[in-house]
């Protein structure tokens, strides 16, 4: 077995088994910006796009691209703009332990489409692009806060990509990439070594957000999660080490009548850095073996049905059966749901119940979201419980959830309440309060065994995108949304049953009805 179990493991005893650096406090006032910054370089504004009708969130869980769509310029910048880039400012009165900082200008809350562990987002974006582009070819970065392209170099390298990416990759023949990489100090200043098990589910938030939004405009996204990190690591002038290349999306572009250049003879890199604002940085060695582990064998992609047995149990068929209701059509479309998304932080009210259908529309389209395509196959690794406390019409109690049957099936009878908030590590929310609070599993070691230790990355990017789906659907309806990794995973295994199975619950989404007229201030940018 390989270090990747042993985190997972040590992952999921952290709640009584603390992970070290135990006693580590962030140094906030030294603390990293929450974007990559490259001075000296040129800027390229992005222009604004349109959003039609019918593109709404339905269509967008269904990722039907049909065979004609592109992408240009303007819908490139409107899917960052509406996954990872600034929407508005937002300060209203809730439970979160920043809301002190927040009305103080430097601390301001800047409102995204897609959620991000700790509010950090380590994600940085670049934009590998080739002559059918109305831009010369390079090698850009997305700069977040000005809604543009940095140009890191300039020249066709597109070929680059393709040769990182080798035999077997997924997507189009393409001249223009989305290169994703995490820079681990931008999230491991709070949280040290769990940094890597946090920052991989953003990778899975901000890639299922593009998929919600292409899919919905009848465009694809098909992420690579396996090729030659080092190669595109060096390509981008980063230290894998400090910075690891975790996906790859090649984009169908309008006019490509070609894949574009052939690889460099010799090596090219970015010389641009980005400049840290931290006048110290640390480094974590469990956070740093994982990034060895996991970019160790990062070109051995996996054969199609590798992961077939470590897909998520079936629902076992004697539990008690309680069929849900006819999901309601998600009519909104993904930008304005984009745009309402918000956590809940503690502004849940148990006097006003959630509907049936409003439960079984979250449940269904976290599964739904529950693949992220590309290279990592169809496979359904998680699977969906649901502990309800304040659903009309459905007895208190903890449930898996059944996505054939459309239906519940009791696991343990009863208020979950006092468990969820017994369990809780923080003082944001209110479980209690919650209407439902769902909890995806995955077989994590199943996956590591079956396709090695980078395995990891994939069985959180699938958790990552399961939140960010519940997210956006639970705007769409018009509840509330809360998610969390703060809780003691050994208690949730004991209560939902989960000894033997080799289900792991990694992450908790509170949903529910929010108390009516809150104090809030929103001033939208975009």
Request: overall charge neutral; glycine content about 10%.
């Amino acid at each position: 077995m390989g270090y990747a179990h042993d985190y997972a493991d040590a992952i999921l005893h952290r709640g009584r088994i603390p992970m070290d650096p135990a006693d580590f406090v962030p140094n906030w006032s030294d603390g990293p910006r929450k974007t990559k910054f490259y001075p000296g370089t040129d800027s390229l504004p992005l222009p604004d796009c349109g959003y039609p009708a019918g593109a709404d969130l339905d269509r967008g869980l269904a990722q039907d691209a049909g065979e004609g769509g592109a992408f240009d310029l303007p819908l490139l910048s409107g899917m960052l703009r509406d996954s990872y880039g600034l929407t508005g400012r937002r300060l209203g009165v809730q439970a979160n332990t920043d809301l002190s900082a927040l009305p103080s200008y430097p601390f301001a809350n800047w409102s995204r489409g897609t959620a991000s562990g700790g509010g950090l987002y380590p994600v940085a974006v670049h934009w590998v692009s080739g002559p059918s582009a109305p831009v010369p070819p390079g090698v850009h970065h997305y700069s977040v806060r000005h809604h543009a392209m940095r140009r890191l170099l300039t020249g066709d390298l597109t070929g680059e990509v393709r040769a990182a990416l080798g035999d077997g990759a997924p997507g189009p023949d393409t001249d223009q990439y989305l290169v994703l990489s995490i820079k681990y100090w931008q999230n491991a200043f709070k949280y040290n070594n769990f940094s890597f098990h946090a920052v991989t589910m953003d990778l899975g938030a901000c890639v299922q957000t593009w998929r919600m939004w292409a899919g919905a405009r009848g465009l694809s996204v098909e992420p690579a999660l396996w090729f030659d990190e080092e190669r595109l690591g060096r390509l981008l002038g980063v230290d894998t080490a400090e910075e690891g290349v975790f996906a790859v999306v090649p984009l169908k572009w309008t006019g490509t009548t070609t894949p574009g250049a052939p690889a460099p003879a010799a090596p090219v890199a970015v010389r641009h850095r980005d400049r840290e604002r931290s006048r110290t940085v640390l480094a974590f060695d469990a956070l740093r073996r994982m990034q060895a582990v996991t970019a160790a064998r990062a070109t051995a992609r996996p054969a199609p049905g590798a992961l077939a047995p470590a897909a998520a149990h079936p629902a076992v068929p004697d539990r008690p059966e309680t069929p849900l209701p006819p999901c309601p059509r998600l009519t909104t479309d993904v930008r304005t749901a984009l745009r309402e998304r918000r956590s809940s932080f503690g502004r849940f009210d148990a006097q006003h119940p959630m509907t049936a259908a409003q439960l079984a529309s979250c449940l269904a389209a976290s599964v739904a979201g529950s693949t992220i395509g590309g290279d990592t196959g169809g496979q359904r690794l998680a699977k969906l419980y649901a502990f309800v406390g304040h659903v009309a019409g459905i007895e208190p109690g903890a449930y898996e959830y059944d996505p054939e049957a459309h239906s519940l099936r009791l696991v343990k009878a009863g208020a979950p309440g006092a468990f969820l908030q017994k369990n809780y590590f923080l003082s944001n929310y209110n479980l209690e309060q919650a209407a439902a609070v769902l909890v995806p599993t995955v077989r994590t070691d199943a996956v590591l065994d079956a396709v090695g230790d980078r395995g990891y990355r994939l069985v959180n990017a699938t958790v990552g995108a399961i939140a960010q789906t519940t997210y956006t659907t639970a705007a769409a309806l018009g509840v509330g949304c809360g998610v969390a990794l703060g809780f003691d995973n050994i208690s949730y295994i004991e209560e939902l049953g989960l000894d033997g199975t080799g289900e792991a619950p990694l992450l908790i989404m509170m949903i529910g009805n929010e108390r009516p007229a809150p104090a809030d201030f929103r001033y939208e940018i975009a």
